[in-house]
Antibody, heavy 122, light 107 residues
Framework: QVQLVESGGGVVQPGGSLRLSCAAS????????MHWVRQAPGKGLEWVAF????????YYADSVKGRFTISRDNSKNTLYLQMNSLRAEDTAVYYC???????????????WGQGTLVTVSS | VIWMTQSPSLLSASTGDRVTISCRMS??????LAWYQQKPGKAPELLIY???TLQSGVPSRFSGSGSGTDFTLTISCLQSEDFATYYC?????????FGQGTKLEIK
């Protein structure tokens, strides 16, 4: 069965950096695009970034462009999110989510991880 | 950016009721719309994609309709496990965007 397990969350000071990981299993990771989606405490869902199955294309929300970098290691079945210049408004639960279609250009999310909490505070 | 207006933000209903949630786009997206259900402390779950296609395993009391700019999620005969928050999401263009969410609570 598909499993997505995020890690790397924690408390970081404003201006700091953090790298999130998402370990995938139960499907052919190298065939699917992957997304990061976040949810601030008590708020709605916000899409953050997408990477194609082979890493050839990446897209970002305007709110994180230039500060966050999505990447993947298909040999390790792992997705990453490098977050730099963190701000208080980046405080959220970060979910990794699997795109539905193999070899696609990014659509909707059929499986989600349990999420990892990032808190940006001094 | 495609902006989405989801309404209502809060919906009170009783078990057995039929409810509808609306999602309106700032521009046409054909049928590139998905719906998710989220329960407290849990990750969202996919309910419907392509505006009206039920994800495998989702009960048939859930249905979706619409195309272009106006979409609807309908839950017929509410069950206790349906009280949750619902989100629409467009996948017509980047950045992907979600509606603000509709919290369905017990009346």
């Amino acid at each position: 069965q598909v499993q997505l397990v995020e890690s790397g969350g924690g408390v970081v000071q404003p201006g700091g950096s953090l790298r999130l990981s998402c370990a995938a299993s139960g499907f052919t990771f190298s065939s699917y695009g992957m997304h990061w989606v976040r949810q601030a405490p008590g708020k709605g869902l916000e899409w953050v970034a997408f990477i194609r199955y082979d890493g050839s294309n990446k897209y970002y929300a305007d709110s994180v462009k230039g500060r966050f970098t999505i990447s993947r290691d298909n040999s390790k079945n792992t997705l990453y999110l490098q977050m730099n210049s963190l701000r208080a408004e980046d405080t959220a639960v970060y979910y990794c989510a699997k795109d539905t279609f193999a070899y696609g250009s990014g659509s909707f999310f059929d499986y989600w991880g349990q999420g990892t909490l990032v808190t940006v505070s001094s | 950016v495609i902006w989405m207006t989801q309404s209502p933000s809060l919906l009170s209903a009783s078990t057995g009721d039929r409810v509808t949630i609306s999602c309106r786009m700032s521009q046409g997206i054909s049928s590139y719309l998905a719906w998710y259900q989220q329960k407290p402390g849990k990750a969202p779950e996919l309910l419907i994609y392509a505006a009206s296609t039920l994800q495998s395993g989702v009960p048939s009391r859930f249905s979706g309709s619409g195309s272009g700019t106006d979409f609807t999620l309908t839950i017929s005969c509410l069950q206790s496990e349906d009280f949750a928050t619902y989100y629409c999401q467009q996948y017509y263009s980047f950045p992907r965007t979600f509606g603000q969410g509709t919290k369905l609570e017990i009346k």
